[in-house]
Protein backbone atom coordinates (compact mmCIF):
# COMPACT_ATOMS: atom_id res chain seq x y z
CA UNK A 1 0.00 0.00 0.00
CA UNK A 2 3.04 2.48 -0.29
CA UNK A 3 3.65 4.80 -2.52
CA UNK A 4 6.06 7.07 -3.72
CA UNK A 5 4.06 9.64 -4.01
CA UNK A 6 5.73 12.66 -2.33
CA UNK A 7 4.94 16.11 -3.43
CA UNK A 8 3.83 18.60 -0.67
CA UNK A 9 0.34 18.10 0.12
CA UNK A 10 -2.12 20.82 -0.87
CA UNK A 11 -6.00 21.50 -1.03
CA UNK A 12 -7.75 22.82 -4.00
CA UNK A 13 -11.51 22.37 -5.73
CA UNK A 14 -10.35 18.59 -6.09
CA UNK A 15 -8.70 17.72 -2.95
CA UNK A 16 -9.49 17.89 0.94
CA UNK A 17 -6.49 17.67 3.85
CA UNK A 18 -6.87 17.26 7.29
CA UNK A 19 -3.90 17.25 9.84
CA UNK A 20 -3.74 14.61 12.68
CA UNK A 21 -2.08 17.35 15.00
CA UNK A 22 -2.61 17.01 18.78
CA UNK A 23 -1.67 14.61 21.67
CA UNK A 24 -1.36 11.08 20.50
CA UNK A 25 -0.80 8.37 23.04
CA UNK A 26 2.30 6.72 23.48
CA UNK A 27 4.33 3.95 24.80
CA UNK A 28 8.04 2.59 25.04
CA UNK A 29 9.70 -1.02 24.63
CA UNK A 30 11.40 -2.32 27.67
CA UNK A 31 15.13 -2.07 26.61
CA UNK A 32 15.32 -6.27 27.37
CA UNK A 33 11.91 -6.66 25.64
CA UNK A 34 12.11 -4.73 22.39
CA UNK A 35 9.92 -6.68 20.07
CA UNK A 36 6.91 -6.80 22.70
CA UNK A 37 4.77 -4.73 20.46
CA UNK A 38 5.12 -6.68 17.76
CA UNK A 39 4.78 -9.92 19.56
CA UNK A 40 1.33 -8.14 21.66
CA UNK A 41 0.26 -6.71 18.31
CA UNK A 42 0.09 -2.85 19.92
CA UNK A 43 -1.17 -1.99 16.68
CA UNK A 44 -4.30 -3.33 16.73
CA UNK A 45 -4.95 -2.30 20.55
CA UNK A 46 -5.86 0.96 22.24
CA UNK A 47 -3.03 1.98 24.66
CA UNK A 48 -5.62 3.26 27.13
CA UNK A 49 -6.54 -0.37 27.64
CA UNK A 50 -2.94 -1.62 27.51
CA UNK A 51 -1.95 0.96 30.61
CA UNK A 52 1.30 2.38 30.89
CA UNK A 53 1.14 4.86 28.67
CA UNK A 54 2.16 8.87 27.93
CA UNK A 55 0.35 11.58 26.02
CA UNK A 56 2.97 13.06 23.93
CA UNK A 57 1.91 16.05 21.19
CA UNK A 58 2.50 15.42 17.75
CA UNK A 59 4.26 17.03 15.52
CA UNK A 60 7.16 17.56 18.58
CA UNK A 61 10.21 15.29 19.36
CA UNK A 62 9.22 12.76 22.62
CA UNK A 63 12.15 13.42 24.51
CA UNK A 64 11.83 17.23 26.35
CA UNK A 65 8.30 16.72 26.81
CA UNK A 66 7.75 14.83 30.44
CA UNK A 67 9.83 15.12 33.50
CA UNK A 68 10.95 11.24 32.58
CA UNK A 69 14.70 11.18 31.70
CA UNK A 70 13.68 7.39 30.38
CA UNK A 71 12.23 9.17 27.51
CA UNK A 72 14.26 11.76 27.33
CA UNK A 73 17.08 9.63 26.52
CA UNK A 74 15.07 6.53 24.96
CA UNK A 75 16.62 4.21 22.06
CA UNK A 76 14.36 2.03 20.65
CA UNK A 77 10.98 1.18 19.84
CA UNK A 78 8.12 3.70 20.83
CA UNK A 79 4.84 3.36 19.63
CA UNK A 80 2.59 6.21 19.19
CA UNK A 81 -1.77 6.18 19.03
CA UNK A 82 -4.09 8.18 17.75
CA UNK A 83 -8.11 8.19 16.69
CA UNK A 84 -9.61 10.44 14.06
CA UNK A 85 -12.89 10.01 12.32
CA UNK A 86 -12.44 10.48 8.35
CA UNK A 87 -16.06 11.80 6.93
CA UNK A 88 -18.47 9.54 5.60
CA UNK A 89 -18.62 12.24 2.06
CA UNK A 90 -15.11 10.75 1.65
CA UNK A 91 -16.17 7.58 -0.81
CA UNK A 92 -12.97 5.06 -2.10
CA UNK A 93 -14.40 4.48 -5.30
CA UNK A 94 -14.31 7.90 -6.49
CA UNK A 95 -10.93 9.12 -4.44
CA UNK A 96 -7.80 8.09 -3.21
CA UNK A 97 -6.83 8.84 0.68
CA UNK A 98 -3.22 8.97 1.61
CA UNK A 99 -1.57 9.58 4.17
CA UNK A 100 1.66 11.41 4.33
CA UNK A 101 4.45 12.00 7.43
CA UNK A 102 6.36 14.90 7.00
CA UNK A 103 9.27 13.32 9.49
CA UNK A 104 9.45 10.20 11.68
CA UNK A 105 12.83 9.76 13.71
CA UNK A 106 14.04 7.46 12.42
CA UNK A 107 12.75 4.17 11.08
CA UNK A 108 9.10 3.83 11.22
CA UNK A 109 6.24 1.20 10.66
CA UNK A 110 2.82 2.23 10.42
CA UNK A 111 -0.94 0.55 10.54
CA UNK A 112 -4.30 1.46 10.19
CA UNK A 113 -7.21 0.02 11.64
CA UNK A 114 -4.68 -2.95 12.78
CA UNK A 115 -3.07 -3.16 8.88
CA UNK A 116 0.12 -2.40 7.58
CA UNK A 117 -0.23 0.77 5.67
CA UNK A 118 3.75 1.76 5.27
CA UNK A 119 7.12 1.70 6.30
CA UNK A 120 9.76 3.75 6.06
CA UNK A 121 13.57 4.39 7.01
CA UNK A 122 15.31 8.12 7.47
CA UNK A 123 14.72 10.93 9.73
CA UNK A 124 13.91 14.15 8.33
CA UNK A 125 12.45 13.17 4.94
CA UNK A 126 8.36 12.87 3.93
CA UNK A 127 7.00 9.45 3.22
CA UNK A 128 3.36 8.45 1.67
CA UNK A 129 1.22 5.28 2.28
CA UNK A 130 -2.21 4.49 0.52
CA UNK A 131 -4.97 4.81 3.16
CA UNK A 132 -7.86 4.41 0.62
CA UNK A 133 -8.83 0.64 1.28
CA UNK A 134 -7.75 0.49 5.37
CA UNK A 135 -9.84 3.78 6.42
CA UNK A 136 -13.55 3.07 7.46
CA UNK A 137 -15.16 5.92 6.24
CA UNK A 138 -17.94 8.03 8.79
CA UNK A 139 -16.77 6.21 11.52
CA UNK A 140 -13.39 6.10 13.84
CA UNK A 141 -10.00 4.89 12.68
CA UNK A 142 -7.02 3.97 14.86
CA UNK A 143 -3.36 4.88 13.16
CA UNK A 144 -0.64 3.13 14.87
CA UNK A 145 2.90 4.33 14.58
CA UNK A 146 6.11 2.37 15.87
CA UNK A 147 9.43 4.20 15.60
CA UNK A 148 12.95 3.30 16.67
CA UNK A 149 15.37 5.87 16.52
CA UNK A 150 18.27 3.27 16.99
CA UNK A 151 21.23 4.33 14.61
CA UNK A 152 23.82 1.59 13.19
CA UNK A 153 27.40 2.02 11.05
CA UNK A 154 24.67 1.21 8.19
CA UNK A 155 22.28 4.19 8.88
CA UNK A 156 22.66 7.95 7.86
CA UNK A 157 23.65 9.19 10.08
CA UNK A 158 25.57 6.30 11.81
CA UNK A 159 25.29 5.11 15.68
CA UNK A 160 27.02 2.51 17.49
CA UNK A 161 25.93 0.14 20.18
CA UNK A 162 28.08 -1.61 22.46
CA UNK A 163 27.40 -3.85 25.32
CA UNK A 164 31.07 -3.66 27.34
CA UNK A 165 32.60 -6.56 28.72
CA UNK A 166 34.02 -5.49 31.81
CA UNK A 167 31.52 -6.08 34.45
CA UNK A 168 33.94 -4.50 37.03
CA UNK A 169 32.78 -1.11 35.45
CA UNK A 170 29.55 -1.79 34.18
CA UNK A 171 26.43 -4.33 35.25
CA UNK A 172 25.96 -7.42 32.88
CA UNK A 173 24.53 -6.48 30.26
CA UNK A 174 25.07 -2.86 30.10
CA UNK A 175 24.49 -0.66 26.70
CA UNK A 176 26.29 2.16 25.48
CA UNK A 177 24.84 3.83 22.48
CA UNK A 178 26.80 6.91 20.89
CA UNK A 179 27.11 8.94 17.48
CA UNK A 180 29.94 11.24 16.30
CA UNK A 181 27.95 14.17 15.99
CA UNK A 182 27.38 16.77 18.80
CA UNK A 183 24.02 17.54 18.60
CA UNK A 184 21.17 15.99 20.55
CA UNK A 185 19.29 13.67 18.58
CA UNK A 186 15.39 14.25 19.14
CA UNK A 187 13.26 11.73 17.66
CA UNK A 188 9.47 10.40 17.29
CA UNK A 189 7.11 12.02 14.68
CA UNK A 190 8.87 15.26 14.11
CA UNK A 191 6.47 16.90 11.82
CA UNK A 192 3.50 17.26 9.86
CA UNK A 193 1.11 14.13 9.70
CA UNK A 194 -1.42 14.98 7.02
CA UNK A 195 -4.09 12.70 5.29
CA UNK A 196 -5.29 14.13 2.30
CA UNK A 197 -7.73 13.19 -0.87
CA UNK A 198 -6.96 13.12 -4.96
CA UNK A 199 -9.29 12.07 -7.27
CA UNK A 200 -8.72 8.54 -9.15
CA UNK A 201 -5.89 10.25 -11.12
CA UNK A 202 -3.82 12.44 -9.69
CA UNK A 203 -1.03 14.43 -10.09
CA UNK A 204 1.78 12.73 -8.45
CA UNK A 205 5.03 14.47 -9.01
CA UNK A 206 6.23 17.94 -10.99
CA UNK A 207 9.66 18.89 -12.23
CA UNK A 208 11.01 22.17 -13.06
CA UNK A 209 13.82 23.74 -14.48
CA UNK A 210 13.77 27.28 -15.67
CA UNK A 211 16.26 29.96 -17.85
CA UNK A 212 16.29 33.13 -19.76
CA UNK A 213 15.73 33.24 -23.55
CA UNK A 214 15.80 36.59 -25.53
CA UNK A 215 13.85 39.55 -25.46
CA UNK A 216 13.41 39.09 -21.43
CA UNK A 217 12.04 35.94 -21.74
CA UNK A 218 11.56 33.54 -19.04
CA UNK A 219 11.31 29.75 -19.86
CA UNK A 220 10.07 26.92 -18.06
CA UNK A 221 11.20 23.26 -18.70
CA UNK A 222 8.68 20.88 -16.87
CA UNK A 223 7.54 17.34 -16.55
CA UNK A 224 3.97 16.11 -14.83
CA UNK A 225 3.38 12.81 -13.53
CA UNK A 226 0.07 11.85 -13.70
CA UNK A 227 -0.27 8.59 -11.48
CA UNK A 228 -3.79 6.25 -10.73
CA UNK A 229 -5.18 6.01 -13.85
CA UNK A 230 -3.50 6.75 -17.28
CA UNK A 231 -4.12 10.19 -18.33
CA UNK A 232 -1.94 11.82 -20.96
CA UNK A 233 -2.84 15.47 -21.15
CA UNK A 234 -2.80 18.61 -18.64
CA UNK A 235 -3.74 21.77 -18.93
CA UNK A 236 -1.09 23.96 -16.97
CA UNK A 237 -1.59 27.51 -16.49
CA UNK A 238 1.19 29.70 -15.28
CA UNK A 239 -0.02 32.94 -13.16
CA UNK A 240 1.93 36.29 -11.80
CA UNK A 241 1.30 37.52 -8.39
CA UNK A 242 -2.08 39.25 -9.61
CA UNK A 243 -3.28 35.65 -10.69
CA UNK A 244 -2.70 36.80 -14.12
CA UNK A 245 -1.95 33.96 -16.57
CA UNK A 246 0.90 34.02 -18.24
CA UNK A 247 1.98 31.63 -20.20
CA UNK A 248 -0.48 28.16 -20.83
CA UNK A 249 -0.19 24.94 -22.41
CA UNK A 250 -2.24 21.50 -23.18
CA UNK A 251 0.51 18.90 -22.87
CA UNK A 252 2.15 17.66 -19.13
CA UNK A 253 5.74 17.51 -20.76
CA UNK A 254 6.51 20.85 -22.31
CA UNK A 255 7.64 24.52 -22.02
CA UNK A 256 6.27 27.83 -21.18
CA UNK A 257 7.57 30.97 -22.22
CA UNK A 258 6.67 34.23 -20.01
CA UNK A 259 7.21 37.05 -21.85
CA UNK A 260 8.97 39.94 -19.45
CA UNK A 261 9.85 37.63 -16.70
CA UNK A 262 10.27 38.70 -13.30
CA UNK A 263 13.32 36.43 -11.98
CA UNK A 264 13.73 35.51 -8.95
CA UNK A 265 16.49 36.88 -6.90
CA UNK A 266 17.82 36.57 -3.38
CA UNK A 267 17.34 39.11 -0.85
CA UNK A 268 20.27 41.98 -0.56
CA UNK A 269 21.02 41.61 -4.20
CA UNK A 270 20.47 45.04 -4.48
CA UNK A 271 17.25 44.11 -6.65
CA UNK A 272 13.93 46.09 -6.49
CA UNK A 273 11.91 43.08 -6.76
CA UNK A 274 13.59 39.72 -4.90
CA UNK A 275 11.89 36.41 -4.72
CA UNK A 276 9.11 36.98 -7.24
CA UNK A 277 7.15 33.64 -7.61
CA UNK A 278 4.78 32.35 -10.19
CA UNK A 279 1.95 29.78 -9.69
CA UNK A 280 2.48 26.69 -11.43
CA UNK A 281 -1.37 25.35 -12.13
CA UNK A 282 -1.98 21.57 -12.84
CA UNK A 283 -5.19 20.31 -13.87
CA UNK A 284 -5.97 17.17 -15.36
CA UNK A 285 -7.56 16.38 -18.43
CA UNK A 286 -10.60 14.49 -17.63
CA UNK A 287 -14.01 14.24 -15.90
CA UNK A 288 -12.58 14.11 -12.56
CA UNK A 289 -9.73 16.41 -12.87
CA UNK A 290 -7.47 17.09 -10.17
CA UNK A 291 -5.86 20.09 -9.63
CA UNK A 292 -2.49 21.07 -7.86
CA UNK A 293 -0.39 24.40 -7.44
CA UNK A 294 3.03 24.57 -6.49
CA UNK A 295 5.41 28.49 -6.24
CA UNK A 296 8.18 28.36 -8.33
CA UNK A 297 10.84 30.59 -9.18
CA UNK A 298 12.19 31.95 -12.90
CA UNK A 299 16.39 31.74 -11.88
CA UNK A 300 19.51 29.94 -13.22
CA UNK A 301 22.43 28.89 -11.25
CA UNK A 302 26.22 28.35 -12.68
CA UNK A 303 29.38 27.76 -11.37
CA UNK A 304 33.34 28.26 -12.51
CA UNK A 305 36.08 27.58 -11.13
CA UNK A 306 35.93 30.81 -9.50
CA UNK A 307 32.89 31.74 -9.12
CA UNK A 308 28.71 30.66 -8.29
CA UNK A 309 26.34 32.63 -10.60
CA UNK A 310 22.70 33.42 -10.14
CA UNK A 311 21.36 34.94 -12.89
CA UNK A 312 24.62 35.48 -14.44
CA UNK A 313 25.82 37.37 -11.22
CA UNK A 314 28.10 36.26 -8.75
CA UNK A 315 26.93 35.60 -5.99
CA UNK A 316 28.76 35.73 -2.40
CA UNK A 317 26.75 34.01 0.94
CA UNK A 318 26.47 35.64 3.93
CA UNK A 319 25.03 33.11 6.67
CA UNK A 320 25.12 30.60 8.90
CA UNK A 321 24.70 26.57 10.07
CA UNK A 322 21.28 26.50 11.97
CA UNK A 323 19.93 23.71 13.55
CA UNK A 324 16.19 22.48 14.32
CA UNK A 325 16.67 23.05 17.82
CA UNK A 326 13.97 24.58 20.19
CA UNK A 327 12.83 24.24 24.08
CA UNK A 328 10.55 21.48 24.88
CA UNK A 329 9.77 20.75 21.48
CA UNK A 330 12.96 19.66 20.20
CA UNK A 331 13.48 19.30 16.66
CA UNK A 332 9.33 19.34 16.34
CA UNK A 333 8.32 21.66 13.51
CA UNK A 334 6.98 25.33 14.78
CA UNK A 335 5.66 27.83 12.31
CA UNK A 336 6.09 30.56 14.77
CA UNK A 337 9.67 29.23 15.85
CA UNK A 338 10.44 28.75 11.41
CA UNK A 339 8.52 32.50 10.84
CA UNK A 340 11.05 34.24 14.00
CA UNK A 341 13.96 32.63 12.66
CA UNK A 342 13.51 34.42 9.08
CA UNK A 343 12.86 37.69 10.79
CA UNK A 344 15.96 37.18 12.52
CA UNK A 345 18.00 35.88 9.07
CA UNK A 346 16.84 38.80 7.76
CA UNK A 347 17.78 41.25 10.65
CA UNK A 348 21.24 40.59 10.36
CA UNK A 349 21.27 41.04 6.77
CA UNK A 350 21.68 37.72 6.02
CA UNK A 351 21.07 35.78 2.21
CA UNK A 352 21.36 31.98 3.11
CA UNK A 353 22.35 28.93 5.87
CA UNK A 354 22.66 25.45 5.28
CA UNK A 355 20.46 22.89 6.58
CA UNK A 356 22.94 21.59 9.05
CA UNK A 357 22.77 18.71 9.80
CA UNK A 358 19.83 16.84 7.89
CA UNK A 359 17.13 18.00 5.34
CA UNK A 360 14.77 20.47 6.82
CA UNK A 361 11.33 21.05 6.66
CA UNK A 362 9.54 21.73 3.58
CA UNK A 363 7.62 24.86 4.94
CA UNK A 364 10.81 25.81 5.90
CA UNK A 365 12.10 26.17 2.06
CA UNK A 366 9.15 27.87 1.10
CA UNK A 367 9.46 30.29 2.95
CA UNK A 368 13.05 30.64 1.84
CA UNK A 369 11.37 31.08 -1.34
CA UNK A 370 9.40 33.43 0.06
CA UNK A 371 11.45 35.60 1.38
CA UNK A 372 14.99 35.03 -1.34
CA UNK A 373 17.08 33.36 1.22
CA UNK A 374 19.53 30.52 -0.45
CA UNK A 375 19.98 26.99 1.03
CA UNK A 376 22.44 24.53 0.90
CA UNK A 377 20.74 21.59 1.88
CA UNK A 378 22.27 18.86 3.45
CA UNK A 379 22.09 15.29 4.02
CA UNK A 380 21.72 14.08 7.41
CA UNK A 381 24.99 12.19 7.06
CA UNK A 382 26.87 13.90 9.89
CA UNK A 383 30.83 12.23 10.43
CA UNK A 384 30.36 9.28 8.88
CA UNK A 385 33.29 7.26 9.05
CA UNK A 386 32.93 3.64 8.21
CA UNK A 387 32.20 3.21 4.35
CA UNK A 388 30.60 -0.18 3.81
CA UNK A 389 28.03 -1.18 0.56
CA UNK A 390 24.86 -0.88 2.73
CA UNK A 391 25.53 2.45 3.90
CA UNK A 392 26.05 3.59 -0.14
CA UNK A 393 22.68 2.17 -0.94
CA UNK A 394 21.07 3.89 1.83
CA UNK A 395 22.91 7.26 1.48
CA UNK A 396 22.00 6.85 -2.36
CA UNK A 397 18.45 6.73 -1.19
CA UNK A 398 18.04 9.03 0.83
CA UNK A 399 19.54 10.90 -1.69
CA UNK A 400 16.93 10.51 -4.23
CA UNK A 401 14.22 10.83 -1.73
CA UNK A 402 15.87 14.58 -0.93
CA UNK A 403 16.46 15.53 -4.43
CA UNK A 404 12.77 14.46 -5.49
CA UNK A 405 11.20 16.56 -2.43
CA UNK A 406 13.71 19.62 -2.71
CA UNK A 407 14.24 20.02 -6.50
CA UNK A 408 11.71 22.51 -7.64
CA UNK A 409 13.04 25.30 -5.01
CA UNK A 410 14.04 28.02 -6.59
CA UNK A 411 15.90 28.71 -2.94
CA UNK A 412 17.90 25.67 -3.17
CA UNK A 413 21.43 26.37 -4.55
CA UNK A 414 23.37 23.47 -3.36
CA UNK A 415 23.55 19.74 -2.09
CA UNK A 416 25.62 18.88 0.99
CA UNK A 417 26.38 15.02 0.84
CA UNK A 418 27.44 14.86 4.04
CA UNK A 419 28.96 17.38 7.17
CA UNK A 420 33.00 16.27 7.79
CA UNK A 421 33.07 12.65 6.69
CA UNK A 422 36.04 11.01 7.04
CA UNK A 423 37.58 11.76 3.24
CA UNK A 424 41.09 10.39 3.61
CA UNK A 425 40.77 6.30 3.06
CA UNK A 426 40.34 4.70 -0.46
CA UNK A 427 36.79 3.32 0.48
CA UNK A 428 35.72 7.36 1.03
CA UNK A 429 37.16 8.44 -2.06
CA UNK A 430 35.49 5.41 -3.85
CA UNK A 431 32.37 6.07 -1.97
CA UNK A 432 31.86 9.75 -2.15
CA UNK A 433 32.71 9.42 -6.01
CA UNK A 434 30.03 7.13 -6.63
CA UNK A 435 27.55 9.36 -4.07
CA UNK A 436 28.00 12.52 -6.05
CA UNK A 437 27.54 10.75 -9.44
CA UNK A 438 24.43 9.13 -8.32
CA UNK A 439 23.61 12.80 -7.52
CA UNK A 440 24.37 14.14 -10.57
CA UNK A 441 22.13 11.98 -12.52
CA UNK A 442 19.17 13.34 -10.32
CA UNK A 443 20.00 16.64 -10.96
CA UNK A 444 22.51 18.58 -13.33
CA UNK A 445 21.17 22.26 -12.41
CA UNK A 446 22.80 22.64 -8.97
CA UNK A 447 26.85 22.58 -7.41
CA UNK A 448 27.14 19.30 -4.94
CA UNK A 449 29.73 19.06 -2.66
CA UNK A 450 30.37 17.72 1.33
CA UNK A 451 31.69 19.98 4.09
CA UNK A 452 35.23 19.18 4.61
CA UNK A 453 37.37 19.26 7.56
CA UNK A 454 40.23 17.46 7.17
CA UNK A 455 43.60 19.14 6.20
CA UNK A 456 44.12 19.32 2.76
CA UNK A 457 46.66 15.95 2.92
CA UNK A 458 43.73 13.90 3.99
CA UNK A 459 40.77 15.89 2.13
CA UNK A 460 40.80 13.18 -0.61
CA UNK A 461 37.52 12.88 -1.71
CA UNK A 462 36.81 16.97 -2.14
CA UNK A 463 37.86 16.70 -5.04
CA UNK A 464 35.05 14.97 -6.89
CA UNK A 465 33.51 17.98 -5.88
CA UNK A 466 31.86 20.96 -7.39
CA UNK A 467 32.92 23.34 -4.53
CA UNK A 468 35.47 23.77 -1.95
CA UNK A 469 34.30 23.74 1.61
CA UNK A 470 36.26 24.07 4.81
CA UNK A 471 35.18 23.99 8.80
CA UNK A 472 38.10 25.33 11.00
CA UNK A 473 37.95 26.47 14.21
CA UNK A 474 41.01 28.18 14.48
CA UNK A 475 42.01 29.79 17.79
CA UNK A 476 38.65 27.59 19.51
CA UNK A 477 39.79 24.13 19.07
CA UNK A 478 42.97 24.59 18.01
CA UNK A 479 45.34 27.16 19.66
CA UNK A 480 42.53 28.39 22.16
CA UNK A 481 43.01 31.72 23.38
CA UNK A 482 45.51 32.90 20.18
CA UNK A 483 43.31 34.92 18.25
CA UNK A 484 45.92 36.43 16.45
CA UNK A 485 47.14 33.32 14.50
CA UNK A 486 43.89 33.33 12.69
CA UNK A 487 44.29 35.61 9.66
CA UNK A 488 47.57 33.37 9.45
CA UNK A 489 46.20 30.06 9.67
CA UNK A 490 43.11 30.65 7.33
CA UNK A 491 44.31 32.87 4.84
CA UNK A 492 46.93 30.08 4.19
CA UNK A 493 44.47 27.00 3.89
CA UNK A 494 42.35 29.10 1.18
CA UNK A 495 45.09 29.42 -0.85
CA UNK A 496 46.56 26.12 -0.85
CA UNK A 497 42.94 24.70 -1.20
CA UNK A 498 41.90 26.83 -4.17
CA UNK A 499 45.24 26.71 -6.06
CA UNK A 500 45.53 22.85 -5.58
CA UNK A 501 41.76 22.39 -6.89
CA UNK A 502 41.41 25.48 -8.75
CA UNK A 503 37.69 25.70 -7.52
CA UNK A 504 35.67 28.04 -5.65
CA UNK A 505 35.77 27.62 -1.57
CA UNK A 506 33.04 28.17 1.02
CA UNK A 507 34.06 29.28 4.15
CA UNK A 508 31.47 26.54 5.81
CA UNK A 509 32.01 26.99 10.01
CA UNK A 510 33.81 29.50 11.89
CA UNK A 511 32.72 30.28 15.49
CA UNK A 512 33.68 30.33 19.04
CA UNK A 513 31.35 29.65 22.09
CA UNK A 514 30.20 32.33 24.23
CA UNK A 515 27.76 32.84 27.17
CA UNK A 516 25.47 35.12 26.87
CA UNK A 517 25.89 38.11 29.61
CA UNK A 518 29.55 36.90 30.05
CA UNK A 519 31.89 39.57 29.58
CA UNK A 520 35.86 39.76 30.28
CA UNK A 521 38.16 42.47 28.68
CA UNK A 522 40.78 41.45 27.92
CA UNK A 523 38.55 38.78 26.50
CA UNK A 524 38.77 35.24 27.13
CA UNK A 525 37.06 31.98 25.64
CA UNK A 526 33.18 31.74 26.57
CA UNK A 527 32.75 35.13 26.81
CA UNK A 528 30.54 37.44 24.31
CA UNK A 529 34.15 40.15 23.93
CA UNK A 530 36.24 36.67 22.73
CA UNK A 531 33.18 35.71 20.11
CA UNK A 532 32.95 39.57 18.86
CA UNK A 533 37.11 39.38 18.35
CA UNK A 534 37.57 36.03 17.09
CA UNK A 535 34.74 36.96 14.33
CA UNK A 536 36.10 40.12 13.54
CA UNK A 537 39.49 38.27 13.04
CA UNK A 538 37.56 36.43 10.75
CA UNK A 539 36.07 38.79 8.98
CA UNK A 540 39.65 40.61 8.16
CA UNK A 541 40.60 37.32 6.51
CA UNK A 542 37.72 37.33 4.79
CA UNK A 543 38.44 40.80 3.29
CA UNK A 544 42.07 40.27 2.29
CA UNK A 545 41.29 36.69 0.43
CA UNK A 546 38.44 38.64 -1.72
CA UNK A 547 40.94 41.84 -1.94
CA UNK A 548 43.24 39.30 -3.47
CA UNK A 549 41.41 37.64 -6.00
CA UNK A 550 41.36 33.86 -4.19
CA UNK A 551 37.89 32.20 -4.63
CA UNK A 552 36.34 32.35 -1.39
CA UNK A 553 32.19 32.23 -2.56
CA UNK A 554 31.10 32.98 1.14
CA UNK A 555 30.92 32.94 4.77
CA UNK A 556 28.93 30.55 7.24
CA UNK A 557 29.28 31.49 11.19
CA UNK A 558 28.78 28.30 13.33
CA UNK A 559 25.95 28.19 14.48
CA UNK A 560 23.17 30.48 14.07
CA UNK A 561 21.27 30.05 17.69
CA UNK A 562 22.55 28.11 20.46
CA UNK A 563 21.07 24.08 20.50
CA UNK A 564 21.31 21.05 22.73
CA UNK A 565 23.77 18.66 22.78
CA UNK A 566 24.30 15.37 24.52
CA UNK A 567 25.18 15.23 28.32
CA UNK A 568 28.98 16.09 28.65
CA UNK A 569 31.24 17.87 30.45
CA UNK A 570 32.95 20.13 28.20
CA UNK A 571 29.52 22.08 27.50
CA UNK A 572 26.30 22.82 29.67
CA UNK A 573 23.91 20.78 27.74
CA UNK A 574 24.22 23.30 24.68
CA UNK A 575 26.58 23.99 22.14
CA UNK A 576 26.49 27.90 22.70
CA UNK A 577 28.49 29.46 19.23
CA UNK A 578 25.15 31.18 18.44
CA UNK A 579 24.88 34.52 17.53
CA UNK A 580 21.49 33.84 18.93
CA UNK A 581 20.40 32.25 22.89
CA UNK A 582 18.39 29.44 21.89
CA UNK A 583 15.63 31.34 23.24
CA UNK A 584 16.14 33.51 20.00
CA UNK A 585 17.67 36.59 21.26
CA UNK A 586 20.57 38.60 20.16
CA UNK A 587 24.23 38.00 21.65
CA UNK A 588 26.31 40.85 21.06
CA UNK A 589 27.96 38.85 18.12
CA UNK A 590 24.77 39.42 16.36
CA UNK A 591 24.99 42.88 16.90
CA UNK A 592 28.63 42.69 14.26
CA UNK A 593 27.46 40.41 12.02
CA UNK A 594 24.77 42.57 11.17
CA UNK A 595 27.07 45.73 10.80
CA UNK A 596 29.05 43.96 8.25
CA UNK A 597 26.24 41.77 6.36
CA UNK A 598 24.35 45.25 5.80
CA UNK A 599 27.51 46.77 4.91
CA UNK A 600 27.03 44.38 1.87
CA UNK A 601 24.10 45.85 0.78
CA UNK A 602 25.73 49.22 0.52
CA UNK A 603 27.94 48.08 -1.41
CA UNK A 604 26.39 46.27 -4.18
C1 LIG B 1 31.83 21.02 13.91
C2 LIG B 1 30.56 20.35 13.47
C3 LIG B 1 29.34 20.92 14.16
C4 LIG B 1 29.65 21.14 15.64
C5 LIG B 1 30.78 22.15 15.75
C6 LIG B 1 31.14 22.40 17.21
O1 LIG B 1 32.83 20.96 13.26
O2 LIG B 1 30.38 20.40 12.08
O3 LIG B 1 28.28 20.02 14.00
O4 LIG B 1 28.53 21.59 16.35
O5 LIG B 1 31.90 21.64 15.09
O6 LIG B 1 30.66 23.34 17.79
O7 LIG B 1 31.89 21.59 17.78
Not at 18 to 42: A, C, V, Y
Not at 172 to 180: A, L, N, Q, V
Not at 418 to 438: D, G, I, R, T
Request: proline share 4%; hydrophobic share 35%.
Amino acid sequence: CSSANILYPVESESRELRTLHGLWNFKISPLFNQMIGFDEKWYTKRFDTLGDFWKIPVPSSYNDISTNSTIRDYVGWSWYQYEFYVPKRWTKDQLNVFLRFGSVHFKSTVWLNGQLCVDHEGGHLPFTGDATNLLKYGESNLIVVAVNNTLTPDTIPQGFTTFPNNTYKYPKGYRIYSHDFDYFDYSGINRAVQIYTTPKAYVCDITILTSFGNNSEGIVDYKVDICGINISTCHITLLDVNRNTVAESDTCFGKLIIPNVIPWWPIMSGKKQIAYLYTFQVKTNNENSDYYRMKIGVRTLQWTSKELLLNDEPIYLRGFGKHEDFIIRGRGYDDALSARDFYLIKWLGANSFRTSHYPYAEETLQQADEEGILVIVESAACSIKLFGSNLLEFHKRTMTENVNRDKNHPSVIMWSLANEPSNHLNSSVAYFQELYQHVRRLDQSRPITFVNSQQIQNAKAIEFMDILTLNRYSSWYSDSGHLDVIKYQIYKEFVAFTKIYKKPMLFTEYGAGSLSGLHSLPETMWSEDYHVTLLQEHFKTFDSLIENGVPILGEMIWNFADFKTPQEYIRPGLCVKGLFTRERQPKMAAYLVKERFNKFLSNS
